[in-house]
């Protein structure tokens, strides 16, 4: 009991938006920083994995915004956080989509960018105490 | 490169949401196994419902 309430205060502690940035700059981190390792290594594991073979299946990462399904894929990318960043600037992910696989890799990189999001605000929900 | 079959790219893509909407949409561990169960089953469920659907119509 004591224990949980200790482990409870350090998660109360620092800036409030902490978690959700650092979660979204880096799957999972917004999880660590609040002490919640297995949820935190959980997320971090499916979002890089998914990520990851997204790449691997030569998906396309999103750069410009010429129409709107472009800067809807845009924002997906983005979700990545640090990953997209990096990625754009080793210049992995394919220009174009040329085969079957690579579309699905395109998909996996916008949809692991969402999840990232939808991980990072369940940590800002942790810290606020809307969450358990 | 890695170029998955249609069904293993469904699996994998379900498996991770599932882990993902499992940790983030339910409060307590044991019910968060059930739900990422949950939309695993619902996932590739409907793909293979859905795959089916569209072979029969396709004929």
């Known amino acids: 009991m004591a224990i949980e309430e200790n482990k409870n205060a350090a998660a109360g502690q620092g800036w409030i938006y902490l978690p959700l940035i650092a979660g979204w700059l880096v799957p999972g981190a917004g999880h660590f920083l609040l002490r919640k390792w297995g949820r935190g290594a959980l997320i971090a594991a499916s979002i890089v994995g998914m990520y990851g073979l997204g790449i691997a299946m030569q998906g396309k990462l999103y750069a410009g915004a010429h129409d709107i399904l472009e800067i809807l894929g845009l924002v997906g990318d983005l979700g990545n956080g640090l990953l997209f960043i990096v990625s754009r600037l080793l210049g992995l992910g394919a220009d174009q989509v040329q085969v079957t696989t690579a579309d699905y890799g395109t998909r996996f990189i916008v949809v692991a960018g969402l999840l990232n999001v939808i991980a990072a605000v369940d940590a800002h929900n942790l810290r606020t105490g809307r969450k358990k | ?59």
């Open chain 2, 1 to 59: 490169m890695f170029h998955p079959s249609h069904f293993a790219a469904v699996v994998l893509f379900a498996l991770f949401a599932s882990v993902v909407f499992g940790i983030t949409q339910r409060e307590t561990p044991r019910r968060m196994v059930h739900y990422g169960i949950y939309c695993f089953v619902l996932f590739v469920g409907a793909a293979v419902v859905l795959s089916w659907l569209m072979f029969l119509i396709a004929r």
